[in-house]
């Protein structure tokens, strides 16, 4: 993917784990049964697709998000579900947990 096709301003959606996430194996996913093949309660394919199309398109400050992609460790953005909303990174149209995840992730 090209840098002009990265929409999401910190990368996510360039990221080649985080698209594994997003795009998912629907061979295998298929082949497990019950909840697109997860575990009741965890993130789905969905889940991360939405989240990809969330941050293309919602406004995120990514000054605030790059310095704490810096930061030594992620460990109030994992503890605190609320914590991007709340430090003003993201809106509440995002999902804060799914960011979370990718972020950690991400890094």
Do not use: W
Not at 11 to 31: K, P
Not at 53 to 75: A, P, V, W, Y
């Amino acid at each position: 993917m090209s840098d002009e096709e990265c929409r999401s301003p910190i990368g996510l959606d360039c990221c080649s784990c985080c698209l594994d996430l997003a795009n998912g194996c629907d061979a295998v996913t298929a082949g497990r049964g019950g909840h697109n093949g997860s575990v009741a309660g965890s993130p789905t394919v969905t889940h991360f697709r939405q989240l990809r199309n969330q941050l293309m398109f919602q406004n995120l400050n990514t000054d605030k998000l790059n310095n704490i992609m810096r930061q030594d460790s992620l460990e109030s953005v994992v503890r605190d579900p609320c914590y991007l909303l709340n430090e003003g990174i993201c809106n509440s149209n995002i999902d804060q947990t799914m960011l979370s995840i990718l972020l950690f992730f991400h890094r």
